[in-house]
């Protein structure tokens, strides 16, 4: 594992002005977006299969997003005091994601964790006000030698 | 009396007496109480308020409600008693008689967002009201009055992709009593000292629609009703019966107040279990250290990660709960930060069978659901949170101290749960 700072700021800001959409199932590029939406630092950090740009923002969030070797976006983990910004992070997925949490809530009455584990689509949440973590990911994009706990 | 406060750049006025959080200085506890005051206030799991609908394993209490200074009033039943969030939020259609009034200036409105854990969200606006529960009395704290605003759309900030239950079908009660380990729901991070943008927790909107987040003071911020008690306010006892099994009800007590009065002193044989940043302990479960784990009256079960338990049809009465083929006997460790443990037996039962054997009970011990899939990683990363729902709430006495406020003698500082 090695650890080294995000080095394309500035370019990526010129091809992927303010709120410029991520990130999810978009290219590694779109991780600066999200950064600058969340006024965050990112660290870079490679891990076997994949690398992990990992976003602080200054309110305490961490984001975590997943980028294959092919350079795509697969999975985004998050924890903190408070929830990201879902449709800057999940990008084209959002509606996707609008869309499952809507069909499970229907079908109880309660409170819990949120379970969505689709064959395409793996949404889970959990924690309680003021400690939030979660993580949305693309099964079908996880690159050989992945392991899906690591995606959170 | 009018006091004008400054938040998201605006000037904003309160209609209130003097707010003065006993976090930041204020408060009494001790055993010094000279006239001990009713702290006791009743509570149930009896299925919630909405005809026809069961709600499992909640547990529901009244609150009255009154205009700030007045007696104005009006008692709301079906309120979720709620150790997993902070604040009263209350649904605007259960306290029609009531006209609270709305923090605002400058021509707009300040509304309060709350996003829970199942993607469902709450809007509404923030007002001032004098809350009452026993012979307690909250004086003119915020609490959230849910309604949706007239005229312009919830903003996507606080919608962010989930579902609103802005009504009693959905919301499965008539509003959410937060008494969880913190004074307030937001906290630094949306106090104008913090210097950082807003999160998504405070807006001003304006009558056009146009909102903005919005920096709020800890005192205006949406509070836990308790740390306002002029005494027993330092934290609050949630005790249940003990069930033999699934049953039609359950009956318990909301205690305010550690160690103030003589019904509320803490056990010498109770652990104590001091809380990290998050107001989370460990669970030692499956021999895995699950770091992020919690305890929550307002989980309508036992949630944790456990993939070799299979998980309920979608399409049956029970979606996302635990369908085991046979009740599964398990047991799990409790650790505080500071090292004090303690393990935990419970049982999880197929809830399809459950809800199909007893279809008009609401109190369920042997409920529980996923939390999470895989393992716990390292880094903290995966399914590292245990939370423990209402089921571990039936048989015992859980005492909950809040961040800031004095606890007895002998005792840590808050926050931590004790049981």
């Known amino acids: ?152 | 009396m009018v006091r004008r406060v400054l938040f998201g750049g605006g000037v904003v006025s309160v209609m209130a007496g003097a707010l003065l959080l006993a976090a930041c200085g204020g408060g009494s506890s001790g055993s010094n109480n000279t006239s001990p005051i009713n702290n006791v206030q009743p509570i149930s799991v009896s299925g919630g308020p909405v005809p026809g609908q069961i709600y499992p394993d909640g547990a529901f209490t009244s609150v009255t409600i009154c205009e700030p200074g007045t007696s104005t009033c009006q008692t709301v039943g079906g309120i979720l008693v709620d150790t997993g969030s902070i604040g009263l939020r209350v649904l605007a259609s259960a306290i029609p008689g009531l006209n609270l009034p709305q923090l605002s200036g400058a021509g707009t409105g300040l509304f309060s967002c709350v996003s829970f854990v199942d993607g469902s969200f709450l809007w509404g606006s923030v007002a001032q009201a004098d809350v009452k529960m026993a012979d307690e009395v909250a004086s003119g704290g915020s609490v959230q009055v849910i309604q949706n605003p007239t005229g312009f759309q919830i903003p996507t900030a606080c919608s962010n992709g989930g579902v609103n239950i802005d009504n009693q079908v959905a919301l499965g009660a008539n509003g959410i009593l937060g008494v969880g380990p913190e004074p307030v729901d937001c906290g630094f991070a949306c106090d104008p000292s913090s210097g950082t943008t807003p999160p998504n927790v405070y807006f001003t909107c304006a009558p056009n629609g146009n909102c903005q987040l919005a920096q709020v003071p800890f005192a205006q911020q949406v509070i836990n009703p308790v740390v306002l008690f002029p005494v027993d306010n330092n934290g609050v006892i949630v005790e249940m019966q003990s069930l033999g099994g699934t049953a039609a009800t359950d009956s318990g007590s909301l205690v305010f107040g550690i160690g103030t009065q003589s019904n509320n002193t803490l056990p010498n044989a109770a652990t104590v279990f001091t809380l990290d940043d998050f107001d989370n302990f460990t669970t030692n479960f499956n021999q895995q250290a699950l770091n992020a784990s919690f305890i929550d009256s307002g989980s309508n079960g036992l949630f944790f990660p456990d993939d070799s338990i299979p998980q309920c049809a979608g399409n049956s009465i029970a979606p996302g709960f635990f369908c085991p083929a046979s009740i599964q006997n398990l047991s799990a460790q409790n650790v505080g930060v500071n090292g004090r443990n303690n393990t935990v037996n419970f049982s999880v039962d197929n809830a399809v069978n459950l809800f199909q054997s007893n279809p008009s009970d609401a109190a369920f011990p042997t409920l529980g659901g996923p939390n999470g899939s895989g393992i716990c990683s390292n880094q903290n990363s995966g399914a590292c949170s245990f939370d423990w729902g209402l089921p571990f709430f039936y048989g015992r006495k859980l005492f909950s101290s809040i961040d800031g406020q004095p606890q007895p003698t002998g005792l840590p500082a808050a926050p931590w749960w004790a049981y």
């Open chain 1, 1 to 152: 594992m090695k650890t080294v700072f995000y080095g394309a700021a500035l370019l990526a800001l010129a091809l992927f002005p303010f709120h410029a959409r991520a990130a999810l199932g978009g290219r590694v590029e779109t991780v600066e977006a999200d950064r600058v939406h969340m006024k965050g630092t990112v660290q870079v950090r490679q891990a076997n299969a994949y690398s992990v740009h990992e976003i602080q923002a200054p309110n305490n969030v961490l984001v975590r997003e997943f980028v294959s070797p092919a350079g795509v976006v697969f999975g985004v983990g998050w924890r903190g005091p408070f929830m990201p910004d879902m449709q800057q992070l999940l990008g084209a997925h959002f509606a996707h994601y609008q869309a499952a949490v809507q069909a499970q809530k229907s079908g109880y009455v309660g409170r819990r964790p949120l379970n969505i584990q689709s064959p395409d689509f793996v949404v889970q949440m959990n924690g309680h006000m003021r400690a939030y973590s979660g993580r949305v990911y693309l099964p079908t994009q996880v690159p050989p030698g992945a392991r899906a706990e690591e995606l959170w």
